[in-house]
């Protein structure tokens, strides 16, 4: 028997960007995964098979279900009619697949990092999104070492050891930025050598309470804190930060009750 849940936030097809977040709990690790098992494609299957972590397996299911799921509410495609592809550096997609009028026209992003699994999705161009969750009580990350790392331009090491803020701060602004900057274009690592954040988006510029937003080019980039993660987004020009839905797992058990695949109603969650 399913616990009392709150509302689902409003999400409507005329929304043209959305934001979800689950964090996940323990039920994500009980009751759903004898669903997600169900509705997911082999390949998403056999991918989580071949983690070794438990927490890794259930984290990457629930990244799979929370897309199908929303994608569902989005599109108006049963959840488990829904179909993927890839570009060639490994960004999906949802395919036309017979359900031309509604799937062609959304684009996602996903990104998962400790218990948060993040989805973003937009009918206005393409998106990318990246969370990391923030140590606190782990060992912090030797950032200074990481920062020497190759994935950082000459500048981009400059505003690290020497931007506004604190090196912590800084460290996992620009990380998260530039991941979802990559995963934008699409080009994922591939890219990363030409890109140098602080010139595309003006990285100097300060952060306002813990919010952060800057233009350049064809894109727009957001930067925030939300409880111990940090969230970064990129979307087209020109568009605002969605708001951010945190869900938790009652509220995805009702989601994905609501985007159930027609033809097997009835079983899935008895
Ligand atoms: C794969 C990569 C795109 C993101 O990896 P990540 O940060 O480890 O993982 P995230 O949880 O944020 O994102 C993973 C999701 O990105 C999506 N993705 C994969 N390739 C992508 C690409 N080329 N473009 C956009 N999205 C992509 C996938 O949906 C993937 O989830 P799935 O495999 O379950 O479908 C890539 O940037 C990477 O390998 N990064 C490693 C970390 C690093 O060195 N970063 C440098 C930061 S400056």
């Given at each position: 028997m399913l616990p009392d849940v709150p509302e689902f936030p409003n999400i409507r097809p005329k929304t043209t960007t959305i934001c979800v977040i689950w964090a996940l709990g323990d039920a994500a690790s009980e009751d759903l995964l004898r669903v997600v098992e169900k509705i997911l494609d082999k390949?998403?299957?056999?991918?989580?098979?071949?983690?070794?972590?438990?927490?890794?397996?259930?984290?990457?299911?629930?990244?799979?279900?929370?897309?199908?799921?929303?994608?569902?509410?989005?599109?108006?495609?049963?959840?488990?009619?829904?179909?993927?592809?890839?570009?060639?550096?490994?960004?999906?997609?949802l395919t036309l697949g017979g359900h031309e009028h509604s799937a062609g026209t959304w684009n996602f992003n996903v990104s998962s990092s400790a218990d948060w699994v993040a989805f973003l999705a937009t009918n206005n161009g393409q998106c990318g999104i990246d969370i990391e969750r923030l140590p606190d009580t782990d060992p912090m990350p030797d950032l200074?070492?990481?920062?020497?790392?190759?994935?950082?331009?000459?500048?981009?090491?400059?505003?690290?050891?020497?931007?506004?803020?604190?090196?912590?701060?800084?460290?996992?602004?620009?990380?998260?930025?530039?991941?979802?900057?990559?995963?934008?274009t699409?080009?994922?690592?591939?890219?990363?050598?030409?890109?140098?954040?602080?010139?595309?988006?003006?990285?100097?510029?300060?952060?306002?309470?813990?919010?952060?937003?800057?233009?350049?080019?064809?894109?727009?980039?957001?930067?925030?804190?939300?409880?111990?993660?940090?969230?970064?987004?990129?979307?087209?020009?020109?568009?605002?930060?969605?708001?951010?839905?945190v869900l938790h797992d009652e509220q995805v058990f009702e989601l994905v009750k609501g985007t159930f695949p027609r033809k097997r109603k009835s079983d899935r969650y008895a």
């Open positions: 390949p998403a299957i056999e991918r989580s098979n071949r983690l070794f972590w438990k927490k890794d397996r259930v984290r990457f299911l629930c990244s799979h279900l929370l897309r199908r799921a929303l994608l569902s509410r989005l599109t108006g495609v049963p959840m488990d009619e829904i179909l993927f592809t890839t570009n060639r550096y490994g960004k999906p997609y200074k070492e990481m920062s020497k790392a190759n994935v950082f331009s000459g500048r981009e090491k400059e505003y690290l050891m020497s931007g506004p803020g604190s090196f912590r701060l800084r460290f996992y602004q620009i990380w998260t930025l530039k991941e979802a900057y990559l995963k934008y699409g080009r994922g690592l591939a890219g990363i050598e030409q890109i140098d954040m602080v010139d595309l988006f003006n990285l100097q510029q300060p952060m306002n309470e813990g919010q952060w937003a800057s233009e350049k080019g064809d894109a727009t980039a957001f930067h925030r804190f939300e409880e111990d993660y940090a969230l970064s987004v990129v979307l087209k020009r020109d568009q605002a930060m969605p708001e951010v839905h």
